[in-house]
């Protein structure tokens, strides 16, 4: 069991370019969330997945964001059209769900976004 | 709208001191978790907590829950340096649905 794997680590990027992160859960783990954090404050929501269903969006979720798990295994973050509010890290996180809750959720490294 | 707040944002404590983080949030709550944030990197979960009253202890931290209060601790017993990091209460609502996070204490333990 290697933990939630993200790539790429870092990412800097133009204004108005495209990025993708990719994000493998531990393996198992049916539900799978993104987060967004920026320096100095706590994670926000922005959606999760349980098995390849995408349950749940933030508001913070714009219409330039997309997150698939297509096969309910690994999953991919698009941001479109980059703005410098956009950079952050962006923290992948997965879970197995079972009866009664508590279910510890593993975080990933997160992927560094810049976008100049 | 659930909201969490935690106390002190910063704390700067002696080694061997004791002292406690407070997380109180606005709403019911059936989960609550403890994560550890070293600078750069990501979260270490330390704790989670499903029920009131509920207490758990790992080396010198320990983590409780008053549910009626809306209110969990995290209290550092004879803190060293090692435990110097950014630690943040999360909660949760339904099972394995979104997290809503404190703002962080971020804590320097000086020799």
């Known amino acids: 069991d290697t933990g939630v794997s993200q790539d790429p680590r870092h990412k800097i990027t133009k204004r108005g370019q495209n990025v993708t992160f990719r994000c493998d859960p531990i393996?198992?783990?049916?539900?799978l969330y993104w987060y967004r954090q920026t320096l100095g404050q706590g994670p926000e929501f922005l959606t999760y997945?349980?098995?390849?269903?995408?349950?749940?969006k933030s508001r913070l979720l714009s219409d330039r964001f997309s997150a698939e798990r297509p096969k309910g295994s690994f999953s991919t973050l698009e941001i479109q059209r980059t703005e410098q509010g956009d950079s952050a890290m962006y923290l992948c996180a997965s879970s197995q769900q079972r009866q009664g809750g508590g279910n510890t959720i593993y975080f990933g490294e997160g992927s560094w976004l810049t976008v100049v | 709208e659930l909201k969490v707040e935690q106390n002190p944002l910063f704390l700067s404590m002696q080694e061997g001191k004791n002292y406690t983080i407070y997380c109180n949030y606005s709403?019911?709550?059936?989960?609550l978790y403890w994560y550890r944030q070293d600078p750069g990197k990501s979260l270490e979960s330390l704790f989670v907590l499903l029920s009131n009253g509920a207490v758990k202890q790992e080396g010198r931290l320990m983590a409780s829950l008053d549910t009626k209060a809306r209110l969990s601790t995290l209290h550092i017993t004879a803190a060293v340096h090692d435990l110097s990091a950014t630690y943040f209460c999360?909660?949760?609502?339904?099972?394995?649905?979104?997290?809503?996070f404190g703002e962080g204490t971020q804590l320097t333990v000086n020799p």
């Open positions: 393996s198992e783990h049916n539900r």
């Open positions: 709403t019911t709550s059936d989960r």
């Open positions: 999360a909660v949760g609502r339904t099972s394995g649905s979104r997290l809503t």
């Open positions: 997945f349980q098995n390849e269903a995408q349950l749940e």
